[in-house]
């Protein structure tokens, strides 16, 4: 069965530092990816989503990217963090080339202090 | 373009009595349309999907939907409410016409079970 792993769980870091959320998927290959964020009292935005190997597509102008170097894993960066990103991140996956739904990570709750 | 309006932000309901949370959507092409619940603090689980076969849904934990096209909605119920229906729950489309399997997600419903 497919499972989805994402870490950490939570994560205190202060501005101007650098992030990494990572993401990985098991018991399928060549999953879509996706990586929402959900701020406080918001719904969910999509900002990253990931067909292929080092393929990646933004939805929003941010501080944040993304990149795949595995067909199974997808890393969430940035170089310097704002009070801004502070926010509820989840990794998903579908099946390639069909949009009968996702499976979501636990999610990374991420504060900047 | 797709996009979806879950008309309540909050619900509240008494224990053992009926649950409903409404959701409108609109889509250019034939929708897949999905209920997801989220506890505090914890990822998305899927409650149940509509993908074109039959309109009324049933899903996990006693919950069900019906897919009216001609009212553009997919509302969410459960006939008796328990104290673990307690979360935020999004009415989420997607346009199967779009191969990269995007979802657009409602602001949620908060839903509160009181004793």
């Known amino acids: 069965s497919q499972t989805i792993h994402q870490w950490p769980a939570t994560l205190v870091q202060p501005v101007g530092s650098p992030l990494s959320l990572e993401c990985t998927v098991e018991g399928t290959s060549n999953p879509n990816l996706y990586w929402y964020r959900q701020a406080a009292g918001r719904g969910l935005q999509l900002l990253f989503y990931s067909v292929g190997i080092g393929q990646i597509s933004s939805e929003v102008p941010q501080n944040l990217s993304a990149s795949r170097p595995q067909d199974r894993q997808f890393i969430l960066s940035s170089k310097k963090l704002l009070l801004s990103d502070s926010g509820f991140y989840l990794c998903?996956?579908?099946?390639?080339?069909?949009?009968?739904?996702?499976?979501f990570g636990s999610g990374t709750r991420l504060t900047v202090v | 373009a797709q996009s979806v309006t879950q008309l309540d932000s909050h619900v509240s309901v008494s224990e053992g009595t009926p649950v409903l949370l409404r959701c409108n959507y609109s889509?250019?092409?034939?929708?897949?349309l999905f209920w997801y619940v989220q506890h505090p603090n914890k990822g998305l689980q899927l409650l149940l999907k509509y993908t074109s076969a039959a309109t009324l849904v049933k899903g996990i934990n006693g919950f069900e939907a019906e897919f009216k096209k001609s009212e553009t909605s997919f509302h969410l119920t459960k006939p008796s409410a328990h104290m673990s229906d307690a979360a935020e729950y999004f009415c989420v489309v997607s346009e199967r016409a779009d191969s990269w399997g995007k979802l657009q997600f409602g602001a949620g419903t908060q839903v509160v079970v009181t004793p």
């Open positions: 889509s250019s092409y034939s929708p897949s």
């Open positions: 998903a996956w579908s099946p390639t080339r069909q949009s009968y739904g996702y499976t």
